[in-house]
């Protein structure tokens, strides 16, 4: 599986990541930690044979993409075990996504999950992931003490090979 994802400015970077380092004392679970997961929004989930391919059609298209601002106002749950920030769907988002299934659907031997295409897609910062009910209840008392909304800029966008963690390609986007 790849992740077509956008990663954020340090600041957000930072205070993201003290989240998830929270969620993780608050209830255990280092999910997170020990896959070196770092703070991204996923665009596009994809299964595909030809990384190569995926590289050079994605990369084509990262290079043409701005940065962008997002607003993360809440939090959410996916059941039965994970725990996310939640960002406002908005025209840069929009459009990037449309952007990045547009070059990839065509490509040979791939498909996309069905939770992340245009208009069938729920936008999501992970904070905690295989949490047990209990360790949900943890992660929410502490983040419902420690959540503030943030403003996001989006800085970068990569593509990544999960559990664990690893980047196959980041791109810096240009300013706006």
């Not at 969620?23 to 999910?31: E, L, Y």
């Not at 044979?49 to 990262?62: F, G, H, L, N």
């Amino acid at each position: 599986m790849y992740l077509i994802s956008a990663y954020f400015d340090e600041k957000t970077n930072k205070t993201l990541s003290g989240y998830v380092d929270g969620v993780a004392k608050a209830c255990g679970n280092t999910f997170m930690l020990d896959n070196n997961v770092p703070p991204h929004l996923t665009i596009l989930s994809i299964e595909a044979r030809d990384e190569e391919a995926v590289v050079e059609k994605s990369s084509a298209i990262m290079k043409t993409l701005s940065s962008g601002d997002i607003l993360i106002p809440t939090l959410g749950q996916i059941l039965p075990g994970v725990i996310y920030g939640a960002p406002v769907i908005n025209e840069y988002l929009m459009d990037m996504q449309t952007k990045l299934y547009d070059a990839l659907k065509d490509v040979y031997g791939l498909s996309f999950s069905k939770y992340y295409q245009p208009y069938s897609w729920m936008p999501h910062i992970t904070l905690g992931k295989t949490l047990d009910s209990e360790q949900m209840r943890d992660a929410f008392s502490y983040l419902q003490k420690s959540f503030v909304p943030l403003e996001a800029r989006v800085e970068e966008i990569g593509i990544a090979k999960t559990n664990p963690h690893r980047d196959v390609v980041r791109i810096s986007v240009c300013g706006e």
